[in-house]
């Protein structure tokens, strides 16, 4: 389930994992976490439709296994991952499409 805030960014723990959501930043959650959420934060968030983008230049959300769910804009799209600008380093870096939300 994917979801983001709807006027302000709001940061929510999920699985002991702090998730930063933000308007205009889709983040992927599974059906359950979603649910929970939605009930918890009714009139804050909302479900967004649709795949992830592979659009240079639109945000996608990634789990990386050292930092939690990431967003950050998608660079360079190539055969076996994604060029996306890392949120917390601010540099580039290429990441499997497999970790893609």
């Known amino acids: 389930m994917t979801l983001e805030t709807i006027e302000r960014p709001l940061a929510v ?51 990386s296994p050292l930092f939690g769910l990431l967003s950050g804009p998608v660079l360079t799209v190539l055969d076996g991952g994604i060029t996306v600008m890392h949120p917390l380093s601010e540099e580039p870096c290429t990441i499997p499409r497999g970790w893609v939300r």
């Open 13 to 63: 723990k999920i699985d002991g994992r702090l998730v930063h959501l933000r308007p205009g930043t889709p983040v992927e959650f599974t059906d359950d976490q979603g649910l929970k959420l939605l009930a918890k934060a009714q009139g804050r968030i909302r479900v967004v439709s649709g795949q992830a983008s592979m659009i240079v230049g639109e945000t996608i959300t990634w789990d």
